[in-house]
T-cell receptor, first 110, second 118 residues
């Protein structure tokens, strides 16, 4: 099946810093989503972005489908940005459902 | 509009007991999914359903059963609980297929159910 690799696995930043999270995938995709899992365990949709660029406030995401990677940018980090960020993809083949990476654990220190 | 609702949020089981995790969605989504998340890991697909009356196995189906009698409900049954089934379980739904521009397969999750088997 499709492989999803996220980097870095862990990231510690000071409040106000910017960060870039990367997601590499091994096959073409027809669905790519970024999720934030907050410290209470809730999974929150950030972006549905199989290709192109989207922005939502301080967050933006870019997927370069031809090169099989996606980037999540967080600007002016806040402590509430802490948590785990997951990239998940669907290649459209085999079992339905998204395949998840192992996530990037982000800690924003005040 | 509640989205995806899971119950219970927490449960402790003894080895060999059985239980059902309930999941309901009010978005009229045709696809529904059950995932499990183990500590420090991403989510793995247990079972999914493409519509009422149709279910199929995901990556880790052993020890679980599902049914989909209505569009709204997708319960997950654990028979003969084992310590390896200690995990956080997430139900999700999406709308796929057809010609609608909103039918992207974007996944929406419930809040999760934390299950401990002792």
């Amino acid at each position: 099946g499709i492989q999803v690799e996220q980097s870095p696995p862990d990231l510690i930043l000071q409040e106000g810093a910017n960060s870039t999270l990367r997601c590499n995938f091994s096959d073409s995709v027809n669905n790519l989503q970024w999720f934030h899992q907050n410290p209470w365990g809730q999974l929150i949709n950030l972006f549905y972005i199989p290709s192109g660029t989207k922005q939502n406030g301080r967050l933006s995401a870019t997927t370069v489908a031809t090169e099989r990677y996606s980037l999540l940018y967080i600007s002016s980090s806040q402590t509430t940005d802490s948590g785990v960020y997951f990239c998940a993809v669907d290649s459209g083949g085999g079992a339905d459902g998204l395949t998840f990476g192992k996530g990037t654990h982000l800690i924003i220190q005040p | 509009n509640a989205g995806v609702t899971q119950t219970p949020k927490f449960r402790i089981l003894k080895i060999g007991q059985s239980m059902t995790l309930q999941c309901t969605q009010d978005m009229n989504h045709n696809y529904m999914y059950w995932y499990r998340q183990d500590p420090g890991m991403g989510l793995k697909l247990i079972y999914y359903s493409v519509g009422a009356g149709i279910t199929d196995k995901g990556e880790v189906p052993n020890g679980y059963n599902v049914s989909r009698s209505t569009t709204e409900d997708f319960p997950l049954r654990l028979e003969l609980a084992a310590p390896s089934q200690t995990s956080v379980y997430f139900c999700a739904s999406s709308v796929r297929g057809g010609s609608g521009t909103l039918n992207t397969g974007e996944l929406f999750f419930g809040e999760g159910s934390r299950l401990t088997v002792l």
